[in-house]
């Protein structure tokens, strides 16, 4: 049978306008925020076109996303690409327009080493990724939902770090290009607290990392899964909160001299 989908972009505009306007009083000259809209969450051109006169960039989860987002006008320097198993010549692509990408293994690095060996010569000639990241699994448990969990020791994303800290920073130390650590824990099965905690973690990884480097190293991070829905409320204003509660839990975090990127 015939289906359609309607979508309220009045309401659109309006939880992304709140949205961004949560980070502006966090945002200073040490810590900048990019927000990014999950393509997967609505993949229509209609909705992704009008994300960056509102201040978004796109995460993407697939190549067909990362073409949705270039050809409705989002730049290369504003898309997020995470899909965890990218080909050489996916990773090549990406690099070449300048799209900021996440490995999620040991594999997908070694895939942009050779790349960036292959290309050394015509490195001037060519964009190149600002912000090229490693996922790493803070390993934080199940939550509250564990057939869909991301952050327990055994999920299928990323190197936990309870078992791979060692290897992690031997990753950073070896790879000059790796400057990024993402991670996803799942949006729906933590709360706020959960979330920040998570974010806890990878963030005194980075300090770590940097510490032991002798400079910052790592100068992103790129916290993914979004912010968990309030199924049970259909207040618009409680809603809106939550924004500003994971803006104070990120402050009690201590971010202080990092650029940060919010996958959306």
Not at 91 to 115: F, K, P, V
Request: aromatic residues 10%; contains cysteine; glycine residues 8%.
């Amino acid at each position: 049978l015939p289906s359609a989908m309607f979508f309220d972009m009045d309401c659109f505009v309006k939880t992304m306008n709140h949205f961004q306007s949560a980070f502006k009083n966090a945002s200073n000259s040490n810590v900048q925020f990019l927000h990014c809209f999950a393509a997967k969450a609505c993949p229509f051109p209609d909705v992704i076109r009008r994300l960056p006169a509102l201040g978004f960039g796109v995460e993407a989860a697939s190549l067909t996303e990362v073409v949705i987002a270039l050809r409705n006008g989002v730049e290369a320097k504003d898309i997020v690409w995470d899909s965890p198993c990218k080909t050489i010549s996916e990773l090549q692509y990406g690099i070449n327009l300048g799209i900021n990408m996440n490995t999620d293994n040991s594999q997908e690095l070694e895939r942009i080493q050779e790349i960036w060996d292959d290309g050394s010569k015509e490195a001037d000639e060519k964009p190149r990724s600002q912000y090229l990241g490693l996922r790493v699994n803070p390993c934080v448990g199940f939550g509250d939902r564990e057939v869909t969990s991301t952050a327990d020791l055994y999920s299928k994303f990323g190197l936990p770090l309870s078992e791979y800290e060692d290897d992690i920073m031997g990753y950073f130390e070896k790879y000059d290009w790796l400057n990024t650590i993402h991670s996803h824990i799942g949006s729906q099965a933590f709360g706020i607290a959960g979330l920040a905690n998570a974010v806890r973690i990878i963030y005194e990884l980075a300090e770590k990392i940097n510490s032991k480097m002798g400079f910052q190293k790592v100068v992103a991070l790129n916290i993914g899964g979004g912010l968990p829905t309030l199924y049970d409320f259909d207040n618009e204003d409680r809603h809106f909160s939550v924004f500003q509660d994971f803006v104070q839990n990120l402050k009690k975090v201590g971010m202080s001299h990092m650029v940060v990127s919010l996958v959306k």
